[in-house]
């Protein structure tokens, strides 16, 4: 059996997971799933459904590699392009919007458990501050900030160019303060 | 938006995901953005700390398990397969008519362009020239043919496999038969595959399919087992046929599976329905032909014959006298 390393890239492990080498794919799954889960995660916003998710979509990529033979140049940006694929499916199946461009946003379910830094009032406030923003902000927000992709993933999932990127993501951030600010909360 | 500013946040973004600098040193680099640029930056942290929700371990290496056992245990698909796939993908292929059409067609072309040696190839057996050619025409019949047929091919193939096992039993052949037992585990896996599972069972043409499916495979069995029991048989042979005895019993197991609740019955011959034959249109009356006179009803036994004029000096024919010639 070949070894694989850290240096492996994602598009040979594609390539051998196709014939048959089930550590490969092992490989994959290590280096994708803490990313992937926590995109899910933050858009879900519900443990079961994440699991359920994150499971399905490393399985809809197994049986495209096993059964389609596709070639994937870009893996990770092929990963969480499907995830919003199925995603879109989860929210269209759960109703949470009759709209598809609404699915864009995150839903007004928020999480609020957690143990970390902020307390559970900031963290209702960051994440309804999130909502608040247009679908793309809030989309370069969860790939560049949750899942932690790169620019150049990011773009080539949104089908932008990485200036444009950099762009929104300041008008984001920027409308995020805004959004926490004492002044919003006075105006509201 | 400020241009400037948008590229000194990305540097900063980029250096603080590198873990190049703090978020103090980024400020401090650029004094003109100052307020502004750690503002933007304290989001950015605490949108980054509310996305680390902790993972149940269980689930991530359950999960990572299934899916590593899946492709292990994943058959690469042969090139059939992946004819198989086209055929099904194409809409030409999903008409029941033009499929048949398409079968035909193909025949006919791989008549016309062997000269008949599809024909001649039917009867070949594994080692033989034409043995290829029979089976291109097999994998193409079921790769046009629906699923629901398909599963009747594969019973057919397999039967046809078995014969071929006797043949070459028969003719001390006994390299060619791993090849036919493959194959025949290969078409007894296709007719005992899982979504059988799916259909439903109070069918009585489908329960009345796998009964006799069931039927095949025991048949198939004891002519396995009569040919082990022949002192003929190599051990190689041998093997390949214990093989294939094994095989079968995995599919009778499948059939079991796929029934938990017992075996269907074999459904009696008054249940299944009849074709729906249309029913013949009535008998035209006859209409009388004026001219004719009618017949009477009951001719009375004493009225007289006579013969017609003309008629009178006619003979009987002799009937000839002695045995016929040829006869004793």
């Known amino acids: 059996m070949r070894q694989l390393n850290t240096e492996t890239p994602d598009n040979v492990l594609v390539k051998r997971t196709s014939q048959g080498y089930g550590n490969a794919f092992g490989e994959l799954y290590d280096r994708h799933f803490d990313s992937l889960y926590r995109y899910i995660y933050f858009r879900v916003s519900n443990k079961q459904d994440a699991e359920d998710l994150t499971e399905t979509i490393f399985l809809r990529t197994l049986e495209t590699i096993l059964h389609k033979k596709k070639n994937i140049k870009n893996f990770r940006a092929w990963l969480f392009r499907l995830a919003h694929n199925i995603l879109v499916d989860h929210y269209r199946s759960r109703k949470f919007h009759a709209d598809i461009d609404e699915v864009e946003y995150l839903p007004e379910i928020i999480n609020v458990s957690g143990e970390n830094s902020l307390d559970g009032s900031d963290r209702k406030l960051l994440k309804d501050a999130i909502t608040k923003l247009e679908p793309d902000l809030q989309k370069v927000i969860s790939y560049r900030f949750i899942a932690e992709l790169s620019y150049a993933e990011t773009s080539e999932i949104m089908g932008l160019k990485v200036n444009h990127l950099r762009v929104l993501q300041h008008r984001a951030l920027k409308q995020l303060k805004y959004y926490l600010s004492k002044d919003f909360k006075n105006h509201e | ?328």
């Not at chain 2, 989001?43 to 590593?68: C, G, N, Y």
């Not at chain 2, 690469?76 to 198989?84: E, Q, V």
């Not at chain 2, 069995?221 to 051990?235: C, F, S």
């Not at chain 2, 005895?245 to 995995?250: L, Q």
């Open chain 2, 1 to 328: 938006m400020n241009d400037r500013l948008t590229s000194v946040l990305t540097q900063c973004i980029d250096g603080l995901e590198r873990g190049e600098m703090t978020l103090i040193e980024c400020v401090e680099n650029y004094p003109e953005f100052k307020d502004e640029l750690r503002d933007l930056l304290d989001v950015m942290q605490s949108i980054k700390t509310i996305a680390h929700e902790p993972v149940e371990e269980d689930f991530r290496w359950r999960t990572r398990a299934s899916l590593v056992n899946k492709v292990i245990s994943h058959k690469p698909a042969s090139i059939w397969d992946k004819f198989r796939l086209w055929i099904k993908e194409t809409s030409i292929f999903r008409n029941r008519v033009a499929k048949v059409q398409i079968v035909l067609v193909i025949a006919l072309l791989l008549s016309l362009v062997s000269g008949g040696s599809v024909l001649a190839a039917e009867n070949a057996v594994p080692g033989d020239f034409l043995y290829p050619l029979k089976m291109f025409v097999e994998e193409l019949r079921m790769a046009i043919i629906g699923e629901d047929d398909d599963v009747e091919l594969h019973l057919r193939f397999a039967e046809k496999r078995l014969r071929e096992v006797e043949s070459l039993a028969e003719k001390g052949r006994f390299e060619g038969i791993g090849t036919a037992i493959d194959r025949f585990e290969y078409h007894i896996e296709g007719a005992t595959r899982p979504d059988l599972a799916d259909k439903k069972h109070d069918d009585i043409l489908r329960d009345w399919r796998l009964y006799e499916l069931s039927e095949t495979i025991i048949k198939h069995q004891e002519v396995l087992e009569r040919l082990l029991e022949d002192e003929v048989v190599v051990d190689e042979a041998r093997a390949a046929i214990e093989h294939a005895i094994e095989a079968s019993t995995k599919g009778q197991a499948k059939l079991n599976e796929l029934f938990p609740e017992g075996f269907p019955a074999k459904p009696p011959i008054e249940s299944i329905p009849a074709p729906d034959i249309p029913k013949p249109q009535t008998e035209p009356e006859f209409e009388e032909v004026p001219g004719i006179p009618e017949l009477p009803v009951e001719i009375p036994v004493d009225t007289e014959v006579t013969p017609p004029e003309g008629d009178e000096g006619v003979l009987p024919i002799p009937l000839p006298v002695g045995s016929p010639p040829g006869r004793p």
